[in-house]
């Protein structure tokens, strides 16, 4: 039975948001978090870019006190920078009075124009390097917990998980988000979960089984074949922030009813107006093509609306695209 999760002493539920880069902004938190999501973190945040002072980069690892318990992520490779940043970002977050739940460490993106500057997955393939920085990060984080999360390894030649587990929890990792996939593999279908199993069997500090979570059923798999403490959704929540409801509610042995095709586009434009909120209409409206379009994935005529969507170029057309839209689902009803 899946229950909570206790890190350095602080009690999670067990269904977490994984994130993602351009989708797990403050807007997309907050939607999940209605729905059920039980932890967040935000989009990797360079850790160089927080060092050298870049004046956009701050607001990515900026959280609210309606967002927590969430995590700020931060990618990089060298463990001074890697500290110092995590350190810049406790002393804001101070300031501004919510502290993150955590501090984690992105050892999974397998983009090359960050695995070549030796970031993300790449430190799969210096296991010690990846220790020293969790080390050099605990050093500073105080109580607030430093975690990680990591693929299996580079390739299926060199998948040492177990071990690079053991090792970032001997340094200090007070949780690992496991991505049951190779770096090589990318997105690619198909998980091993079995690494996330022995994972869990070889280290005492909490385990977050991740990957291929589109439906209940898919956590339960997780769950009953790798023995982890949580799982960690990323592209089932898109456009489908209800999958931590049908989660949730498979848990608990209730039935699930999902929203009808009017409440998604609802929920839609709930999302596109905290974007709004947020970033302003420019960027709400360029960045609502992917992040809004999710929600008609599957609902008929969704092409056509995906279509429309691109051109929008203000927050009125992409409100009536999608009011226009509900009107004519409702009137298939
Ligand atoms: C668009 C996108 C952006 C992502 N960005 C991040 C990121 O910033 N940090 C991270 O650790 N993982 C990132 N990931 C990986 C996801 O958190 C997750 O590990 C992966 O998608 C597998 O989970 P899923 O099958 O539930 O999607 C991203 C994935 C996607 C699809």
Same mark, same amino acid.
């Given at each position: 039975?899946?229950?909570?999760?206790?890190?350095?002493?602080?009690?999670?539920?067990?269904?977490?948001?994984?994130?993602?880069?351009?989708?797990?902004?403050?807007?997309?938190?907050?939607i999940c978090k209605a729905h059920g999501a039980d932890y967040m973190t935000t989009e990797m945040v360079s850790a160089k870019a927080i060092c050298y002072?870049?004046?956009?980069?701050?607001?990515?690892?900026?959280?609210?006190?309606?967002?927590?318990?969430?995590?700020?992520?931060?990618?990089?490779?060298?463990?001074?920078?890697?500290?110092?940043?995590?350190?810049?970002?406790?002393?804001?977050?101070?300031?501004?009075?919510?502290?993150?739940?955590?501090?984690?460490?992105?050892?999974?993106?397998?983009?090359?124009?960050?695995?070549?500057?030796?970031?993300?997955?790449?430190?799969?393939?210096?296991?010690?390097?990846?220790?020293?920085?969790?080390?050099?990060?605990?050093?500073?984080?105080?109580?607030?917990?430093?975690?990680?999360?990591?693929?299996?390894?580079?390739?299926?030649?060199?998948?040492?998980?177990?071990e690079m587990a053991k090792s970032l929890e001997q340094a200090g990792a007070a949780a690992l988000c496991i991505h049951a996939r190779t770096r090589a593999e990318l997105y690619s279908p198909g998980i091993h979960p079995e690494?996330?199993?022995?994972?869990?069997?070889?280290?005492?500090?909490?385990?977050?089984?991740?990957?291929?979570?589109?439906?209940?059923?898919? +956590?339960?798999?997780?769950?009953? @074949?790798? =023995?982890?403490? $949580?799982? /960690?959704?990323? *592209? #089932?929540?898109?456009?489908?922030?209800?999958?931590?409801?049908?989660?949730?509610?498979?848990?608990?042995?209730?039935?699930?009813?999902?929203?009808?095709?009017?409440?998604?586009?609802?929920?839609?434009?709930?999302?596109?107006?905290?974007?709004?909120?947020?970033?302003?209409?420019?960027?709400?409206?360029?960045?609502?093509? +992917?992040?809004?379009?999710?929600? @008609?994935? =599957?609902?008929? $005529?969704? /092409?056509?609306? *995906? #279509?429309?969507?691109?051109?929008?170029?203000?927050?009125?057309?992409?409100?009536?695209?999608?009011?226009?839209?509900?009107?004519?689902?409702?009137?298939?009803?």
């Amino acid at each position: 039975m899946q229950g909570w999760i206790s890190i350095n002493g602080k009690r999670f539920g067990c269904i977490w948001l994984s994130p993602m880069a351009g989708m797990t902004d403050p807007a997309f938190r907050k939607i999940c978090k209605a729905h059920g999501a039980d932890y967040m973190t935000t989009e990797m945040v360079s850790a160089k870019a927080i060092c050298y002072g870049d004046k956009k980069t701050p607001v990515l690892a900026r959280i609210r006190p309606e967002e927590m318990p969430c995590a700020v992520q931060l990618f990089g490779s060298d463990p001074g920078i890697m500290a110092e940043a995590a350190e810049k970002i406790l002393e804001r977050a101070e300031k501004d009075g919510t502290l993150p739940a955590a501090i984690d460490v992105n050892m999974g993106c397998p983009m090359p124009k960050i695995v070549k500057n030796g970031d993300g997955s790449a430190l799969m393939r210096e296991p010690e390097k990846a220790a020293d920085i969790i080390r050099a990060m605990c050093a500073v984080c105080g109580k607030i917990p430093v975690t990680a999360k990591l693929r299996l390894g580079w390739d299926g030649e060199s998948i040492h998980v177990v071990e690079m587990a053991k090792s970032l929890e001997q340094a200090g990792a007070a949780a690992l988000c496991i991505h049951a996939r190779t770096r090589a593999e990318l997105y690619s279908p198909g998980i091993h979960p079995e690494y996330i199993g022995a994972v869990k069997k070889a280290v005492g500090i909490p385990i977050i089984g991740n990957g291929d979570v589109f439906h209940a059923a898919d +956590a339960r798999r997780l769950f009953d @074949t790798t =023995g982890c403490d $949580g799982v /960690a959704v990323a *592209r #089932g929540a898109l456009g489908n922030p209800w999958i931590f409801e049908e989660i949730h509610a498979m848990l608990r042995g209730e039935p699930y009813l999902p929203p009808s095709p009017a409440e998604r586009i609802e929920e839609a434009l709930h999302h596109f107006a905290l974007m709004r909120e947020d970033k302003g209409e420019k960027v709400a409206v360029s960045e609502s093509r +992917a992040a809004i379009a999710y929600y @008609t994935k =599957g609902m008929e $005529g969704s /092409a056509r609306i *995906r #279509g429309l969507m691109n051109t929008a170029d203000s927050a009125g057309r992409v409100i009536q695209i999608l009011r226009d839209y509900q009107k004519e689902l409702q009137e298939q009803i």
